[in-house]
């Protein structure tokens, strides 16, 4: 996936031995623990408070993954997850997020991650509840193609 727009944001993080399975890989299932908290420091580093929506009655949901894997980390390998966002129509938020190994810059995953608001259990416009990911996202427009 290219993109010719520079990261919106990147968080920098390290495996840790017990994520690692027998071969010695991060087990799969991790690699989407990292992109969900790099989705929730980027929404903290925006103002736009994950605990705060909710205690409101707004929850963000992950509605679509889709993950490839291209390379695998070990123990103690030093990598950054990037992230972009943009709407996908009118009620989802895209999160497109790729891995890379520091040491050699390696893109380890590929992942888009599909995003909604919910509120008492309809859909919500994120783009009326979440105003400060709205405004970064006017703002801070992808180049890429959708």
Known sequence: MQISTPPHFSLSLAVRDYECDL?????????????????????????????DLHNQGVDLVVTRLEMDFRKSLRAQDNFRVELWCCYEGRVRVKFIQKILRNSDNQLCIEAV??????????????????????????????????
């Open 23 to 51: 071969q010695g890989i991060v087990n799969n299932a991790v690699y989407q623990n990292y992109l969900e908290h790099a989705r929730h420091e980027f929404l903290r580093a925006i103002n736009c408070s994950f605990v």
């Open 113 to 146: 991650v599909y995003g909604a608001a919910l509120g008492q259990g309809k859909v919500l416009s994120p783009q009326k509840v979440a105003l400060e990911l709205n405004a970064f996202i006017e703002s801070h427009p992808i180049n890429q193609p959708l």
